[in-house]
């Protein structure tokens, strides 16, 4: 009985220091990249280290998804990584992003960033942004895609050229759906600058 009772000790204690040792050790775990491809190489050596705040780093990723509206999207990048804190977020690099509307229309968005929710499949996108749609070019330093409103804010900067003119505003918000779009100043003593095409 005592020789039991020595063992479920001892078992406990080793059960209690691995666990310790497995989630509190402060070694860095390293990403390891078998790739032919030396930039790949080079990307996993700057970033490459998994840390205790990022849970994954991912490159080459690709999210796809729909909205019950028949509104298909499809985002890729180089990088994502994914960080303990907020685990469905993917903090992505290099991205584009492409939009199949229902209407057959196709919405094309690039950006430096993006942080993309794997739940809601929401993203905000940031630094150099371009969409491009049809004979239509925007760009601006944010844009919010929000498929659970089927809203596309963009804003800081706003530049659009298309075949109506040439837009500068602060911000833009279009209507997926609707293929409507209100254009915003942030000062109230701003105006919108248009030029139209004749």
């Not at 020595?6 to 402060?26: G, R």
């Not at 075949?163 to 919108?192: C, Y």
């Amino acid at each position: 009985m005592k020789r039991n009772r020595v063992i479920q000790f001892s078992l406990i204690i080793s059960a209690v220091v691995l666990f310790f040792y497995t989630y509190y050790s402060n070694k860095e775990k390293i990403k390891f990249v078998d790739s032919d491809d030396n930039s790949s190489a080079n990307i996993a050596k700057e970033i490459g280290k998994v840390t205790k705040d990022i849970n994954n780093i991912l490159e080459n990723v690709s999210y796809n998804g729909t909205d019950n509206r028949g509104t298909f999207f499809k985002l890729n990048a180089e990088l994502a990584e994914i960080y303990n804190d907020k685990p469905n977020l993917s903090n992505m690099k290099v991205v584009n992003a492409v939009i199949s509307l229902k209407d057959g229309r196709i919405l094309n968005i690039n950006s430096e960033t993006c942080v993309y929710d794997r739940l809601t499949n929401d993203a905000k996108f940031s630094g150099n942004v371009l969409v491009t749609e049809s004979n239509n070019r925007i760009t601006s330093d944010n844009l919010d895609l929000i498929m659970s409103e089927n809203l596309i804010t963009i804003y800081n900067n706003v530049k659009y050229n298309g075949g109506k003119g040439f837009l500068v505003a602060d911000k833009v918000d279009i209507d997926i759906l609707q293929n409507t779009s209100s254009i915003f100043m942030f000062d109230k003593k701003d105006k919108v600058k248009i030029n139209y095409k004749n």
